[in-house]
């Protein structure tokens, strides 16, 4: 992990900024990644939008263990809401 130092940026004309390399490794983002970003006081911050998909996959992991429902039963409802589908849009036997 690298050093919590300071960096400094500096905001263009059109508002763009070009964030450190060693930033940009540290959070694993390169060029066409996309950032969410947020206000926490007065902190700008900017997350990995992968990272925010992840926390929010370990929300429902964590709610759906707190339901005591099984994967496998989840897994199996799943299955059969998806047949219905099929058969109600495609007349397709499931």
């Known amino acids: 992990m690298r050093d919590k130092g300071k960096n400094e940026v500096v905001l263009r004309p059109k508002r763009q900024l070009t964030l ?7 959070l694993g983002i390169g060029p066409g990644d996309r950032l969410e970003l947020a206000l926490e006081g007065s902190a ?3 997350r990995p939008k992968r990272s925010v998909a992840l926390e929010a ?3 429902i992991q964590a ?3 707190r339901s005591g429902i099984a994967a496998a039963e989840l897994q199996a409802t799943g299955a059969r809401a998806r047949r219905q589908v099929a058969r109600e849009r495609y007349g397709a036997k499931g």
Not at 20 to 26: G, K, L, T
């Open 63 to 65: 709610a759906f263990q």
């Open 20 to 26: 450190p390399r060693e930033i940009c490794e540290e």
């Open 44 to 46: 700008l911050v900017a």
């Open 57 to 59: 996959l370990r929300e």
